[in-house]
């Protein structure tokens, strides 16, 4: 069952609100650095490669193996709204985490990776494939949110699914590696950009 609890969490019809961010991405398209597919695949296999694979991956595959990076991965959140973003999901995961029975489910303050990795750890999912679930669900919302921001066509989001899944692998557990100062930037504006559809 723990390839079906696997599709569970990844799927976009986890209840947590995914689907409400864009992570950098509208201010993207807004300063005219995402414009159509291309720099759009551009934009999202960066943003994989050099933040959230190496950093929110890294954390899931620690946290699952008993290290505590709370703290350390909310103090890596370089905006208010990235920052609000992660406690949003992490708090809502828990919340439904609770009420579908699993017990001794974090409290308080959670990151989105690590209340992930106590799903996955509760549901007996391999480490590496908590990892590859974790990190295709965040590819498939971006690119849901490239169809919609850019705008783009739905083949286009498919195409670059298939590109961009290549990129998706298990960091080593020492990572922790975070250097996208683009995202940082753009998530600031972001944060009082006038017209938006998403909550970052």
């Not at 696997?6 to 414009?35: C, D, F, K, R």
């Not at 899931?60 to 350390?72: D, S, Y």
């Not at 990892?131 to 295709?136: A, D, I, R």
């Not at 195409?159 to 250097?179: D, R, T, V």
Request: proline share 4%.
């Amino acid at each position: 069952m723990s390839l079906a609890r696997l599709l569970q969490l990844a799927s976009p019809a986890l209840p947590v609100g995914a689907y409400s961010y864009s992570q950098g991405l509208e201010a993207a398209v807004e300063a005219g650095i995402v414009h159509d597919a291309a720099s759009a695949e551009r934009w999202i296999g960066d943003v994989l490669e050099f933040s959230v694979a190496p950093m929110e991956g890294a954390v899931l595959v620690a946290q699952m193996a008993g290290e505590n990076l709370n703290e350390m991965f909310l103090a890596s959140r370089e905006t208010a709204e990235l920052r609000a973003e992660t406690l949003q999901m992490g708090y809502s995961l828990c919340r439904l985490l609770g009420e579908l029975g699993i017990e001794d489910v974090p409290q308080g303050e959670v990151a989105f990776p690590v209340a992930f990795a106590f799903a996955a750890k509760a549901w007996g999912i391999e480490p590496r494939e908590a990892v590859q679930g974790y990190l295709w669900s965040w590819l498939e919302n971006q690119v849901m949110a490239a169809v919609k921001a850019v705008p783009l066509g739905q083949t286009a989001g498919q195409k670059m699914l298939l590109s961009l899944s290549s990129k998706i692998s298990a960091p080593q557990k020492e990572s922790f590696m975070n250097f996208a100062p683009g995202l940082a930037m753009l998530s600031s504006a972001h944060e009082t950009q006038y017209s938006r559809l998403f909550r970052s």
